[in-house]
């Protein structure tokens, strides 16, 4: 399991800034988020399930806007606050056979038997 976020001290995260020089994530599908400003997104990443892809996306929008990139791997996390408004949690799923069928893929990809 993979763990990433951004955090931007002086800035909200977005790709657009408003008049004030802030930037805010406004999914426009969600009125919830209206006027909500997003200072910190954390990313779960589940391997086998596209992740990759969407962790490199915001690799790169992280390095383009000059937020802070943080990445964890294994299973111990950092604490996350449940509660912070400010606070946007991504993840992403797969149909589990898709994600096994390309997990056992690429397991074997590498032949491992002469490590065991």
Known sequence: CQFNYFDHASRPLSVSDNENNETTIKPPTSPLW?????RKIYFLH?????????????????QKYGWIWH?????????????????LYVTHIRHPIDRAISH?????????????
């Not at 589940?46 to 929008?61: E, L």
């Not at 604490?79 to 606070?87: G, L, R």
């Open 71 to 87: 990445a964890d791997e294994g299973p111990k996390r950092p604490e996350i606050p449940q509660s912070d408004p400010t606070v």
């Open 46 to 62: 589940q391997r086998k399930a596209g992740g990759s892809s969407i962790r490199t996306y915001f690799r790169d929008v992280a």
């Open 34 to 38: 209206a006027n909500r400003t997003i």
């Open 104 to 116: 056992y893929k690429y397991e074997h990809r590498w032949d491992c038997g002469k490590l065991m």
